[in-house]
């Protein structure tokens, strides 16, 4: 993991970082909502085009995901990141839903890790440090980071993209958490 913590992390990104920071963890958590990874494509080309096209591409994201049903309290703790996601391109309205992005998408990693994770060892390791997690909460945690990492560096090269590749990656991860569980309460 990197040198700054998690919380460092996003007190210093600025608003495209923060912006697909949020995505990204939101975007990680789709399997537990929708069952097509393609839903938020919009909301990603809207964040390529930052401050202009980022309101219209939520509100676009939105009325996509009414016609998916509410599902369970995982479920709802997904749509809830895309109900508070701020259509305005501020610093602190971004900063805020990031945060409790970072922490939703915790949240719901940790409920179907194999670690017996309490949810105070996960808010301390957004702090630094993955001591007590499982290895579904230390990859979102390694995932989170990479994404503000990458988003950090001057824009103009493949920093969305590559932030994408992350998220793409670690929805596969707990689609797969998510079918193992299935299989086993099933």
Known sequence: MTSKSLTELIAQADERGLAASGLACLDRCL???APEDDMLRP???GLAGGEEEWAGALTAARQAMEGVPPGDEDAALVRGMLG????????PSLR???????ATALEVHRRFDMGDCAAET???CR????DGVGPLVEGELRRQAQVLEILAEPPGGNGLRHALEVSTEGRR????????????TG
């Open 84 to 91: 508070a996601a701020p259509s305005d391109w501020a610093v």
């Open 43 to 45: 909301l990603w080309a």
């Open 173 to 184: 991860i707990l689609r797969a958490a998510v079918s193992r569980r299935a299989r086993v």
């Open 31 to 33: 399997p537990l909502l």
């Open 127 to 130: 702090e630094g440090g993955t």
């Open 96 to 102: 805020e839903w990031a945060d409790g992005c970072s």
């Open 122 to 124: 996960v808010e301390r």
